[in-house]
């Protein structure tokens, strides 16, 4: 079941968080047989002032150059494999000018990834909790890491962890339901390993049917592998899927199936 709501937060002061709920059908707790995804909007963050931040509070830093990901901890570059890195605490992924920065605590794990508009904030409780007590928490968090500014509108959904089938593809968007899976996934490097996806950093490994006689837009010809024809394969940022899968050369977006392009 997926259901959707409202919250807005107005940091009153620099060290305070109020946020109301508005309409009936918002709940005033995070569930925890759900996992939640808020927006953030568009956000201007300096990477690099993002990076000594995070790495000064303790947060494992993975940073991306192409397909090599270099692991650190402490300032120290360290030889464990991104799978281990992403099992810390709090880990901080740069890749392709985009961050991924999860955190774990006793009652939930939050996540904040690019999306389609902007970032997403991604709430997966452990138990039942109060969305002001938590959202003020996490908020002021990410607030001290320079994430947020002074006014941020939350949308929000949910979804029910015991969904195993997942959220169905949205009406007239031509994209595989276990591709757009991947899109609101609650961890996108778990959901990748477990449906055979190739991920790499915030890149996914996709194939992409164009309509007979369209060419690819050029805004997606970086991420481009190899191309046919009437077949594109890309390494796309996860959160262009829909991008890609709503241009109008494109008439389906699907697994990279092997072999992909003739």
Request: charged share 20%; glycine share 6%.
């Amino acid at each position: 079941m997926i259901r959707k709501g409202r919250t807005i937060l107005f940091a009153l002061l620099a060290l305070s968080l109020t946020i109301p709920l508005h309409a009936a059908d918002v709940p005033t707790s995070f569930a925890s047989t759900h996992y939640y995804i808020l927006s953030l909007g568009e956000m201007s963050v300096d990477l690099a002032t993002l990076v000594q931040t995070a790495q000064s509070g303790g947060f494992s830093l993975v940073q991306y150059e192409g397909d090599v990901a270099t692991v650190s901890r402490d300032g120290e570059d360290v030889a464990d494999d991104l799978s281990v890195a992403l099992a810390d605490e709090s880990v901080l992924l740069v890749d392709s000018g985009r961050f991924y920065l999860r955190e774990n605590t006793a009652t939930y794990t939050f996540t904040v990834r690019p999306a389609e508009s902007g970032y997403n904030l991604v709430i997966n409780p452990t138990e039942d909790l109060s969305i002001n007590e938590t959202l003020a928490s996490v908020l002021m968090g990410l607030q001290q890491l320079g994430i947020l500014g002074n006014d941020v509108n939350l949308e929000f959904t949910s979804f029910a962890k015991a969904d195993l089938k997942g959220p169905a593809s949205p009406t007239g968007v031509p994209i595989d339901s276990t591709v757009y899976g991947l899109t609101v996934a609650e961890d996108w490097f778990g959901y990748a390993t477990a449906n055979n996806l190739t991920q790499v950093g915030l890149r996914v490994e996709i194939v992409a049917e164009k309509i007979p006689g369209s060419t690819l837009s050029s805004e997606f010809s970086d991420y481009v592998i190899e191309e046919s024809e009437t077949l594109v394969k890309l390494l796309l940022p996860i959160d262009e899927l829909l991008t890609l899968a709503q241009s109008a050369s494109i008439g389906y977006v699907r697994i990279a199936h092997e072999p992909s392009v003739p």
